[in-house]
């Protein structure tokens, strides 16, 4: 992951900066919801292996700012809620954004899943209409500026 941030680094335009943007690596939580109430909110269980790789993400950002190829010039973070109307939805939208994700599948998390998304769903289904589900991560964004331009590399 340093290499690709050092590459970012060397391609940037002399006005560019880079825009990072990762879940943290901590629990992701599932809800249910009708008219601005909450039904169910439950932990869905997380791979190990996703820990793993945001937990790298984070190693390697810190490493380049270290080494002064980029400095941080803000930092946030925010709430990020993906809505549906049922779980078949949400689960859809989900496998989309994962489409290139070629990481080992953990099969006891997505049994565990299974399980989870299907209660989800009889709780929706027992509400009746205008009930819906949420997926909550908590995410960072940091705009990060080079620190050494290319003309100085050469």
Aim: with cysteine.
């Amino acid at each position: 992951m340093v290499h690709a941030l050092e590459e970012i680094q060397r391609l940037l335009k002399p006005d560019g900066c880079l825009i990072d943007i990762h879940p943290f690596p901590e629990e992701r939580l599932i809800g249910a919801y009708q008219g601005g109430r909450v039904l169910f909110t439950e932990s869905v269980p997380v791979p190990a292996h996703d820990y793993k790789v945001i937990s790298q993400a984070e190693d390697a950002l810190a490493q380049v700012v270290q080494r002064g190829l980029f400095v941080v010039e803000r930092n946030s973070e925010f709430n990020l809620p993906i809505y549906g109307s049922s779980v078949t939805e949400l689960r859809d939208f989900r496998a989309k954004i994962g489409a290139y994700d070629d990481s080992p599948k953990d099969d006891a998390v997505e049994a565990q899943r299974t399980v989870l998304y299907a209660r989800v769903e009889e709780i929706m289904q027992a509400a009746g209409d205008g009930a819906e589900v949420a997926y909550h991560e908590r995410a960072r964004i940091t705009r990060m500026n080079p620190n050494a331009r290319k003309e100085e590399l050469i």
